[in-house]
């Protein structure tokens, strides 16, 4: 029973899915604020940016701002 997932699959989902400490819903204005003052400074480097937002993942950083922060 399952899909059969290869290891990096696996991966994905847990750093992307599963992992407990992944908050959900909707991000707060500090945290879009956040974003907008980090991606002055790094660019386009989601994962340096995840890394200083706590439970929120890199690629969630960077639909959001496609989605919702670029002007």
């Known amino acids: ?30 945290e879009e604020d956040t974003i907008i003052k980090l991606h002055e400074n790094l660019g386009n480097r989601w994962s340096a940016i995840a890394a200083r937002l706590p439970g929120r993942t890199d690629n969630e950083i960077k639909n959001i701002w496609h989605t919702h922060l670029k002007k």
């Open 1 to 30: 029973a399952g899909l059969l997932r290869c290891g990096k699959s696996c991966r994905l989902r847990w750093t992307n899915y599963l992992r407990p400490d992944i908050k959900r819903g909707n991000f707060t204005k500090e």
